[in-house]
T-cell receptor, first 114, second 115 residues
Framework: AQKITQTQPGMFVQEKEAVTLDCTYD???????LFWYKQPSSGEMIFLIY??????QNATEGRYSLNFQKARKSANLVISASQLGDSAMYFC???????????FGTGTSLTVIP | EAGVAQSPRYKIIEKRQSVAFWCNPI?????LYWYQQILGQGPKLLIQ????????DSQLPKDRFSAERLKGVDSTLKIQPAKLEDSAVYLC?????????????FGQGTRLTVV
C-alpha cells in the first residue's frame, strides 16, 4: 500500500523568504513518481513539480525545487522567494506502478506574511 | 490547451436527492479520475478510467455512487440517494499516459453540500 505523510498542518513564511514543506512516503513499488500540487482557495489542484524515483538530480521548476532523499523516503518541497500568491494548501502525492492512482497526503496550509 | 472542465461548480441538495457531475478531460488524455475531497483532507480516489473502461472502482460506494465514461471522453459521476457525509468537493482529473511518471491535471471541482 502507498502512504503519504505531511506532518505540518500549517506554515507561515515571511514574503521573499524561502520555506520547506515536508513530505514522507511509504511504498513497496520499485518505481514511482512524486508530485506536488498547490490548491488555492478557488479549489483547483495546480501541478507544481515532479520527481521520478530513479532521477539522480533533484527536480526544479522556477521557484520550486524538490529535495528528494530516497533512502529517507522524503520529498520535501522548497519554495524560494515566497510571494503573497503562494498562500494556499499544498499537497504531496505519489503515483506508483501498482494501481496507477495518485495517493495524496493531508496537505499543508501555507500563509505568506507581507 | 484547454484544461479539465467540470460542471456545476457548486450544488446544494437535500439528503436522499440525486445529483450528477460532469467532466470533460483534456483532449487526448486516456486516463480519467474522480476524486472526493472532504474538507480538511487530501483527495481520495473514487474511480479511475482508462479510455472508457474502469480500472479501479474499489473505493466507490456502489450502493449510491455510479460513474460512466462514454466513448472514452466525457464522464459523469452520479450520487443517488445523497447522504450528509457526501458533502465534499468532487475533483475530476486526467492524465495523458498510463504510468507513474506522468502528472494529472485537475478541474476546478464541484463543491457539493448536502443538507
Amino acid at each position: 500500500a502507498q502512504k503519504i505523510t505531511q506532518t505540518q498542518p500549517g506554515m507561515f513564511v515571511q514574503e521573499k523568504e524561502a520555506v520547506t514543506l515536508d513530505c514522507t512516503y511509504d511504498t513497496s513499488d520499485p518505481s514511482y513518481g512524486l508530485f506536488w500540487y498547490k490548491q488555492p482557495s478557488s479549489g483547483e489542484m495546480i501541478f507544481l513539480i515532479y520527481q521520478g524515483s530513479y532521477d539522480q538530480q533533484n527536480a526544479t521548476e522556477g521557484r520550486y525545487s524538490l529535495n528528494f532523499q530516497k533512502a529517507r523516503k522524503s520529498a520535501n518541497l522548497v519554495i524560494s522567494a515566497s510571494q503573497l500568491g503562494d498562500s494556499a494548501m499544498y499537497f504531496c502525492a505519489m503515483r506508483g506502478v501498482t494501481g496507477n492512482q495518485f495517493y495524496f497526503g493531508t496537505g499543508t496550509s501555507l500563509t505568506v506574511i507581507p | 490547451e484547454a484544461g479539465v472542465a467540470q460542471s456545476p461548480r457548486y450544488k446544494i441538495i437535500e439528503k436522499r436527492q440525486s445529483v450528477a457531475f460532469w467532466c470533460n478531460p483534456i483532449s487526448g488524455h486516456a486516463t480519467l479520475y474522480w476524486y472526493q475531497q472532504i474538507l480538511g483532507q487530501g483527495p481520495k480516489l473514487l474511480i479511475q478510467f482508462q479510455n472508457n473502461g474502469v480500472v479501479d472502482d474499489s473505493q466507490l460506494p456502489k450502493d449510491r455512487f455510479s460513474a460512466e465514461r462514454l466513448k472514452g471522453v466525457d464522464s459523469t459521476l452520479k450520487i443517488q440517494p445523497a447522504k450528509l457525509e457526501d458533502s465534499a468537493v468532487y475533483l475530476c482529473a486526467s492524465s495523458l499516459f498510463w504510468g507513474q511518471y506522468t502528472e494529472a491535471f485537475f478541474g476546478q471541482g464541484t463543491r457539493l453540500t448536502v443538507v
